[in-house]
């Protein structure tokens, strides 16, 4: 088709003349059902405490969660994210007590499926909430096991969708773990349960914030994630790891983080029409917010942000803002 016009019989300024035609031929949007909320939760907390390297984010003790989750649901979103914080003794070099059936996260799971049954949870699968050296599974001197660690990550998931969980997510980047975790979850016969697979989960230095919150900062020390977390600079090397995780059995896949990797969710979303999610990382989240409140940037840059990972072709997206953005969408 000749698609060769010539001004002034094309002007596309026309369908910008007022905001109702330029909502009216917006070519993507963002709806609470869009965005999911990241939620930290800590034991033995009682009430809240501020993350000093996430502006406006807390993490909830026990006895506010609930309310948390009512907000929440009042602002439009309905699934969540849960990241534990765990007593600082019960963590230990195999991360043991992310297979402990009595948990902080099974409870938490089990307490806010009992008042909020129709909210979605999501259960992320990893150990570094749980080593006292901060990686996402077992050491092997300095080098994290792969086919250790996945026999852990099996124990968790099926403990985590026995708990209630949704979806489980496993976050931890080892080579088969969601073949593993399929299988298992299959003849346990949670057949139902989702797995979201952070398929392409970068070693991005974006993560800061995020290990200040759940307390594995400290423990990394300065150790990197390179050896299972994605080279920045790869591409191809995030098809195929998408193409492993959906070949072995994830419903949904995951590129972390979001902003700076446009691209891959692009690429993605276009190769393999698979449900994508994205996740707007604690760092990005925080360079956003401190510049919206130092009044660099205008508030609804957030929201311009999150629009660009929907275009990019994410189908859903975790945010830190979700919350917010839910309700200001709902008040426009």
Not at 74 to 97: D, H, Q, R, Y
Not at 232 to 256: C, P, S, W
Request: proline share 3%.
């Amino acid at each position: 088709m000749n698609m060769e016009r010539k001004f002034p019989s094309t002007r596309l300024r026309r369908l910008r003349t007022s905001k109702k035609l330029i909502d009216l031929v917006s070519e993507n949007t963002i709806t609470s059902n869009d965005l999911i909320q990241p939620l930290f939760i800590k034991e033995n907390l009682s009430g809240t405490e501020s993350i000093k390297s996430m502006p406006d984010i807390l993490r909830y003790g026990k006895d506010e969660v609930n309310k948390e989750i009512k907000n929440i649901i009042n602002c439009g979103i309905n699934t969540i994210a849960l990241f534990p914080i765990i007593k600082p003794e019960l963590k230990n070099s195999s991360g043991s007590e992310a297979i402990n059936k009595d948990n902080f996260i099974c409870s938490m799971i089990k307490q806010i499926k009992d008042e909020y049954p129709e909210i979605i949870i999501i259960a992320d699968v990893a150990l570094d909430p749980y080593t006292d050296h901060g990686h996402d599974g077992v050491l092997n001197q300095d080098y994290v096991d792969n086919d250790a660690t996945v026999n852990i990550l099996v124990e968790q998931s099926l403990l985590l969708a026995a708990s209630g969980a949704d979806i489980i997510a496993p976050s931890d980047m080892m080579d088969g773990r969601i073949a593993k975790i399929r299988q298992s979850l299959e003849s346990e016969g949670f057949i139902n349960t989702i797995l979201l697979s952070y398929a392409a989960k970068f070693n991005s230095h974006f993560y800061g914030p995020f290990r200040e919150a759940i307390g594995s900062s400290s423990k990394l020390q300065g150790s990197s994630k390179s050896s299972y977390q994605m080279n920045t600079a790869n591409y191809n090397e995030a098809y195929n790891e998408v193409a492993l995780d959906i070949n072995e059995g994830a419903d949904i896949v995951m590129v972390k983080p979001a902003l700076a990797y446009l691209d891959v969710i692009n690429m993605i979303k276009k190769e393999f029409k698979v449900p994508t999610f994205a996740y707007q990382v604690s760092g990005e989240y925080s360079m956003i917010q401190n510049a919206i409140k130092e009044g660099w940037l205008d508030k609804n840059v957030m929201l311009e942000s999150l629009l660009s990972i929907k275009r990019a072709g994410a189908d859903a997206i975790l945010s830190y803002a979700a919350k917010d953005i839910s309700l200001e969408i709902k008040n426009l």
